[in-house]
């Protein structure tokens, strides 16, 4: 054991690494839209997020990076996910998201109740049968893992990602929540996807009225036509300085918050209440919202959420390169754990659609809104209509902005179902 500790890895070198992780973006990115079929149905199988974490994974597993040592992941998680968040956050419309309050919000608010709920659900139904598949105790207690899965169903990888860090679950636990994630989230789109071709059909069997989803597709297709603009320098410096400001102020904020709530109300502990990243996280999370109200939102009209994007793909490789790829199935058992949540999240949907008459449309983003953020119910919106991939970013906007609170929420009572 001490033998293996005290073998260095062959690349020590940061700025080495930093170049390796971001040939790895290029060539997941460069590889993911050539337009060859192989390559495609590779894709098609393996999302290019999972090989973000999954590369930079093998290079920590096999010791030719020390991804746990690295500073790169302390830079990834307190730099580019605050900045992200505060991007994606930017376009957040109250008065759109108002509009959309019958049946996209109501499916979005019902997917978000089926995560928070299902998760406890899955984890008591799985103590009772194999306790020790969602045991554990310190960094290793499952709950932690799967409260970092409540934040990617809830949001998305930032969620997560934030969740990862105020939750502290060990490498190796979240190296298989990673897996859960992918397996179980991309099934469950998958299964939409083919729903979403057959929407016809399904919106007869929910007996949905299904215009106004055609007279959104329109309205929103004049909408983006008319806003779209070429990003200039100074709109790439301005989204930068935004995020990383914001960052800051954050920071400023959070720091004393949490020393303060330590040294007087130590038992917050329990609810994460004195980790100085959940404040970070929160306050971030004020001032975009807040920004969303001025005119910072028409960055959006630049590309806001791009950047974000490639932020949050910077931070991806930077998560990725803690993980250890062998100790991805030492508890398979959280497989069967992710099915039981999922099917529970997926069941509530089906019912509410079913009581209300709601379109398919609004049934299939309103789970993706939650299950993935808006790269999935871009995705989801776009096989009904690209002009709908609006609809998708408005619900996946509001996502982030609640989904560290939420999956935070989930975790706490899937802590508690653990004990029980």
């Known amino acids: 054991m001490e033998e293996t500790q005290i073998i260095e890895p062959l690349i020590t070198n940061n700025t080495v690494v930093v170049g390796l992780l971001m040939a790895i973006l290029g060539l997941v990115f460069y590889t993911s839209n050539i337009n060859n079929r192989y390559v495609k149905g590779f894709y098609d199988v393996i999302p290019p997020l999972l090989l973000c974490y999954f590369l930079p994974g093998l290079l920590n597993s096999f010791n030719i990076i020390d991804g746990a040592n690295s500073p790169l992941t302390t830079i990834g998680s307190r730099y580019f996910l605050p900045a992200c968040l505060i991007l994606f956050i930017l376009n957040l419309d109250i008065k759109e998201m108002w509009a959309l309050r019958k049946r996209a919000g109501l499916m979005f608010i019902t997917g978000t109740i089926g995560i928070v709920l299902g998760g406890p659900l899955a984890v008591l139904l799985t103590s009772y049968v194999a306790p020790e598949v969602v045991g554990g105790t310190g960094p290793d207690a499952v709950w932690r893992g799967l409260g970092s899965l409540a934040g990617s169903w809830i949001g998305g990888s930032a969620n ?13 636990l979240f190296s298989s929540i990673i897996a859960v994630d992918v397996f179980v989230a ?4 998958a299964l939409l996807l083919y729903g979403a071709g057959k929407s016809k059909m399904m919106d007869r069997f929910f007996k949905a009225d299904a215009r106004d989803v055609d007279e959104l597709m329109v309205k929103l297709e004049k909408k983006a036509k008319e806003n779209a603009k ?8 301005l989204m930068l300085s935004i995020a990383f400001a914001g960052t800051g102020l954050a920071t400023f904020l959070a720091e004393p918050t949490a020393s303060f709530i330590n040294t007087h109300h130590p038992e917050l502990e329990t609810f994460s209440l004195t980790n100085s990243f959940f404040w970070i996280i929160l306050f971030a999370t004020i001032i975009s919202v807040c920004l969303s109200f001025t005119p910072a939102r028409k960055l959006e009209n630049v590309g806001a959420s791009k950047m974000g994007t ?6 991806i490789v930077t998560i990725g ?15 069967i754990v992710g099915i039981i949540w999922i099917s529970f999240h997926a069941l509530l949907l089906f019912i509410v659609a079913k009581l209300f008459k709601i379109p398919f449309f609004y049934f299939a983003v309103g789970s993706m809104s939650n299950v993935g953020g808006v790269a999935s119910a871009s995705v989801m919106s776009a096989a009904f209509h690209p002009s709908l991939i609006s609809v998708g970013v408005i619900l996946s906007v509001f996502s982030y902005a609640i989904g560290t609170y939420a999956g ?7 802590q508690l179902a653990s004990s029980i």
């Not at 969740?163 to 679950?169: A, C, R």
């Not at 070429?230 to 410096?237: D, F, G, Q, S, V």
């Open 160 to 172: 997560q990602v934030a969740l990862k860090e105020i939750l502290q679950p060990s490498p190796s």
């Open 186 to 189: 991309y099934s469950w789109m």
């Open 230 to 237: 070429i990003p200039e320098t100074k709109h790439i410096i």
């Open 310 to 315: 490639a932020l949050l793909y910077m931070l």
């Open 321 to 335: 390169m803690q993980m250890d790829i062998l100790a991805i199935l030492q508890n398979a058992g959280l497989f």
């Open 408 to 414: 935070w929420l989930t975790a706490v009572l899937m």
